[in-house]
T-cell receptor, first 113, second 111 residues
Framework: DGGITQSPKYLFRKEGQNVTLSCEQN?????MYWYRQDPGQGLRLIYY???????QKGDIAEGYSVSREKKESFPLTVTSAQKNPTAFYLC????????????FGPGTRLTVT | GQQVMQIPQYQHVQEGEDFTTYCNSS?????IQWYKQRPGGHPVFLIQ?????EVKKQKRLTFQFGEAKKNSSLHITATQTTDVGTYFC???????????FGTGTRLQVTL
């Protein structure tokens, strides 16, 4: 059963703590993405990776970090430097290139208090 | 940077009425994609348009890509309650593999 998994579905953290969100895919896709979605808003790109061991900043990378050590995995760390971390985080993947759909995971809802 | 705007932000229709959402990009796009996100869910791909002036249909949904490749629309004929959700357009410029998502249009359908 191919797809993208994100865990956990809900995550609660105290302010000042770093937290890592998991994203795993078994679709054999080269490209992976992290988006942030705030209530009633669109998707904003945080980071993306087109190949293992390489990644680029998206539009709102400040306060976040990623790694891409394996093709299947693209974890996102929300650091304490992120001023408003509470949001819905979506991971996606696709085949390489400008064409082709992005496949999304179910998302992680992070609440920081 | 590139911006993609959608209008309206929200539309409430009665079942059976038609619905249209419009998408406008500040830059010329190489292709545009449309996604649907149900309440509490994640975006799901609907369609991709590549050619200038392209029109594609999926049952009651009609998608258009403008001649200048800077705008697009999604029209739903005779809406049903299953159409409820937020519809996003997402544009690609050049050969980039990243999408710029529009602001989304939330559709509510009541009986």
């Amino acid at each position: 059963d191919g797809g993208i998994t994100q865990s956990p579905k809900y995550l609660f953290r105290k302010e000042g703590q770093n937290v890592t969100l998991s994203c795993e895919q078994n679709l054999n896709h080269d490209a992976m993405y992290w988006y942030r979605q705030d209530p009633g808003q669109g998707l904003r790109l945080i980071y993306y990776s087109q190949i293992v061991n390489d990644f680029q900043k998206g539009d709102i990378a400040e306060g976040y970090s990623v790694s891409r050590e394996k093709k299947e995995s693209f974890p996102l760390t929300v650091t304490s430097a992120q001023k408003n971390p509470t949001a819905f985080y979506l991971c996606a993947s696709k085949v390489q290139g400008s064409l082709g759909e992005q496949y999304f995971g179910p998302g992680t809802r992070l609440t920081v208090t | 940077g590139q911006q993609v705007m959608q209008i309206p932000q929200y539309q409430h229709v009665q079942e059976g009425e038609d619905f249209t959402t419009y998408c406008n990009s500040s830059t010329t796009l190489s292709n545009i994609q449309w996604y649907k996100q149900r309440p509490g869910g994640h975006p799901v791909f609907l369609i991709q348009l590549v050619k200038s002036g392209e029109v594609k249909k999926q049952k009651r949904l009609t998608f258009q890509f403008g001649e200048a490749k800077k705008n697009s629309s999604l029209h739903i004929t005779a809406t049903q309650t299953t159409d409820v959700g937020t519809y996003f357009c997402a544009g690609v410029t050049g050969t980039a593999s990243k999408l710029t998502f529009g602001t989304g249009t939330r559709l509510q359908v009541t009986l």
